[in-house]
């Protein structure tokens, strides 16, 4: 992500256009993930999210600081979250799973469609990487960006839904594996939300020092290895029936 360009030989120009293609698409990840929980909502029964002004897509109404920052420069990250009230749902326990899984469905599927289109633009010379080798011969071309933002906006939008799946509180995953459990579990299980944001700050730190210590370069390695190969494998996947849609045509 973002240590890849301020790390590069790009010139300074080409970088700043890219950084900013980049918080392009981690804002757009990041807004329609939440849309989507305040959508299924209030479609379930629950005008919470409206009357607080969060069903919109308005960026700010939905960011959140610390998890903007790790999807910035990790690719994995989380929004402010909807104000849900499962007391106004017909039956709040399989409404909230559902309120939840909607944020990383939707990713899924802009993830798709972007890959469907990576996938259709390789089929004309234009490689994802292409940006990067058009950017040191001293230009970026307006296929080139496209192909480009195509491309993050793919991974981030893969990296999003699948670490929001991760069952820990508050991400999505949690409210999903509530749905499984008896009250008095869920109950407790949940308390553990006290703690996440620690956690992530620690996780992101970790990260961030991985250029500077070995251990910390070993740490990050190991925790982070089977997201990213999962988020490259579902990519590849989507990128791959691009080409195979394309081909026909």
Not at 31 to 47: C, M, Q, R, S, W
Request: glycine fraction near 8%; include cysteine.
């Amino acid at each position: 992500m973002i240590f890849n360009l301020l790390y590069s030989d790009l010139p300074m120009n080409i970088t700043v256009g890219l950084l900013i293609l980049q918080l392009f698409c981690v804002v757009m990840a990041l807004t329609v993930h939440e849309f989507a929980h305040g959508f299924i909502a209030n479609k379930l029964g629950d005008p919470t999210a409206s009357y607080q002004g969060r069903l919109t897509l308005n960026p700010l109404a939905h960011l959140d600081p610390v998890g903007f920052l790790m999807m910035l420069f990790l690719g994995f990250g989380w929004a402010k979250p909807v104000p849900v009230n499962p007391r106004l749902m017909k039956k709040p326990k399989r409404d909230m799973a559902l309120t939840s899984l909607a944020g990383p469905a939707v990713n899924l599927l802009v993830a798709l469609v972007c890959g469907i289109a990576v996938g259709a633009l390789a089929q004309f010379g234009y490689n994802p990487l292409q940006i990067f080798w058009e950017a040191f011969d001293g230009g970026i071309t307006p296929m080139g960006a496209i192909t480009y933002t195509l491309y993050i906006m793919m991974m981030l939008n893969v990296g999003l839904a699948l670490f929001n799946l991760i069952p820990i509180p508050p991400l999505d995953g949690s409210n999903i594996l509530v749905a499984f459990l008896p009250n008095n579990t869920a109950a407790k299980y949940l308390q553990i939300r006290y703690y996440t944001r620690y956690i992530f700050l620690g996780v992101m730190v970790i990260s961030m020092l991985a250029d500077r210590s070995m251990l910390f370069a070993y740490l990050d390695y190991y925790l982070w290895l089977p997201f990213e190969w999962l988020r490259d494998a579902l990519c590849s996947l989507f990128m791959t029936l691009g080409e195979l849609i394309f081909s026909f045509i």
